[in-house]
């Protein structure tokens, strides 16, 4: 049995995810969330998915949430805590289901063809670039030592039926490696967001979309700005579900 201190952040009124030191969660994922934007019927997995921030936020309003959603993970602690999240969170268990597994090799635990969407929040930084975390909890997040971007677009590309979606978050300097990545595992770029934390400031963050199958055209939407007058502009307050800055 897992032991770990954890505590409950509130994600609105329904929902209390179950986070660690080892497995939270920042702006990214709620960023990601918000753009992936699951229909109600849909069936969604979230590869890679740490505490289960991606695929929670999509249950703090019933009438817009999918189907399902399978959270898939390698972390033995990442997953107790979303089972944590189900169990005493608000998550409901008979549509939010956490899963152990490498991403690598989901054959025998996730069918092939079953998903509308597939998002993750991967890894940004290349195997051997950067300066390594101390935790391994910190090393597996944000760099490419268990998986790498062509392993995230495989794996998406065999769960996604035809006409899926997969949609990534990364940094702006790998948006070649995702766009090439995508397109050889047969999915198609589509749509395309910058972030920025501010008016005139270079992208920190890329938003994309990507179909299983569909033909080459890209669209790129307006950017996303974080930071608005006195605090988080008006479109991160809707994605935070907060009606002014404090």
């Known amino acids: 049995m897992l032991l770990f201190k954890d505590t409950f952040e509130p994600l609105g009124e329904r929902i209390k995810l179950c986070v660690t030191p080892q497995h ?3 702006t990214d994922a709620f960023l990601l969330s918000d753009f992936a934007a699951p229909r109600r019927k849909d069936l969604a997995c979230d590869l890679g998915a740490g505490c289960g921030i991606v695929g929670a936020l999509w249950f703090r309003d019933e009438k817009t949430a999918p189907r399902k959603v399978c ?9 107790a805590q979303m089972q944590r999240s189900v169990a ?6 008979d549509r939010f289901f956490p899963v152990r597994a490498d991403l690598r090799d989901l054959s025998g635990v996730l069918d092939a063809g079953m998903f509308d969407l597939v998002t993750c929040n991967p890894p940004y930084k290349t195997a051997g670039t950067g300066i390594l975390s101390e935790s391994e909890s910190d090393r597996i997040a944000r760099h490419e030592t268990l998986c790498e971007i062509g392993d995230i677009c495989a794996a998406a590309a065999r769960l996604l039926r035809f006409g899926g979606r997969l949609c990534l978050c990364h940094r702006p300097e790998r948006l070649v490696d995702v766009a090439c990545a995508m397109r050889k595992a047969g999915i198609e770029p589509k749509r395309l967001r910058m972030v920025h934390q501010r008016p005139g400031c270079a992208p920190w963050l890329l938003l994309i979309e990507g179909k299983r199958g569909a033909k080459p055209f ?5 950017p996303l700005i974080i930071e608005g007058p006195g605090g988080f502009s008006q479109e991160v307050l809707r994605i935070y579900q907060k009606e002014a800055n404090l």
């Open 88 to 93: 005493v969170g608000g998550l409901p268990a």
């Open 24 to 26: 939270k969660f920042g």
């Open 71 to 79: 959270a898939v993970e390698v972390q033995e602690q990442a997953v």
């Open 218 to 222: 890209l669209q790129v939407e307006a």
